[in-house]
């Protein structure tokens, strides 16, 4: 008989940066069984060499999966874990090697205000704001709504170093040309990663800048503008 070999390694997604993991062969029993830490979603490659020609048994769980042959003494197995498992291979009837896998779930970013927006001398205003992942924040964001309306704002926010694990920023915006300019609205910052979750901020309320005008006509007009955007059913003509 042909001495069997075993080569068992997992890959973490490519967006978590981290290197393959090579599993040490352990036997069956629970005291060698090695414990192995690795992100959700990584994938299970497992090679055995050797033995009689029946194809080896990869065993989670219950679920027994039987190897692909590559050729009369190569099998191959590939898969990938979402949870926790003990993960065995079994050829020719016996367990020839055994690990314990611990899935550690990709965290939603975090994302906060650093302080209350402010307010700049040409009626811009200023975002400050940090966000965090534990596999890097790509993009960051902002939406800004006003009550009894299903219309919103979206603002997209500078994100330097684009993968980066924390990232501390701000930001400028000038809405004065918006409808909005002059009345009360919330702003909420989101931070999303790589595969698309995305975490949100406390909702804050401030009133987004606008600018000011001296001549009485104008004034006049935002006032009307202001009350339109306010009540636009109550401000209809009949």
């Known amino acids: 008989a042909v001495p069997i070999d075993v080569t068992a390694w997992v890959t973490p997604p490519a967006y978590t940066g981290q290197a393959p993991i090579l599993l040490t062969n352990a036997p069956s029993d629970e005291v060698s069984v090695q414990t192995y830490i690795v ?12 033995g009689e020609r029946t194809a080896p048994v990869l065993i989670i769980g219950e679920e027994r999966t039987e190897f692909a042959s590559t050729d009369a ?18 050829k020719d009837g016996e367990v020839i090697s055994s690990w314990r896998l611990t899935v550690v779930a990709d965290e939603v970013p975090a994302v906060s205000f650093i302080n209350d927006p402010e307010v700049t001398e040409r009626a811009a205003f200023k975002l400050q704001y940090q966000a965090t992942d534990d596999y890097g924040v790509e993009r960051i964001g902002g939406e800004i709504t ?18 980066s694990k924390q990232v501390i920023s701000k ?19 989101f931070a999303e990663d ?45």
């Open 194 to 238: 790589q595969i698309g979750q995305r975490g949100f901020s406390e909702a804050l309320s401030f009133t987004l800048p606008e600018r000011r005008f001296t001549h009485p006509v104008a004034k006049a007009l935002i006032e009307q503008r202001k009350e339109l955007v306010n009540d636009p059913d109550g401000n209809k003509e009949n």
């Open 146 to 163: 006003r009550e009894n309306s299903d219309k919103k704002i979206e603002l997209m926010l500078p994100t330097p170093g684009r993968g």
């Open 171 to 189: 930001s400028y915006h000038d809405l004065t040309a918006h409808p909005w300019a002059g009345l009360p609205v919330t702003i909420t910052l």
């Open 39 to 50: 992100p959700a979603q990584s994938s299970f490659i497992a090679n055995v060499f050797g």
């Open 73 to 90: 003494r190569n099998f191959q197995i590939e898969t990938t874990f979402d949870k926790s498992t003990g993960v065995k291979i079994e």
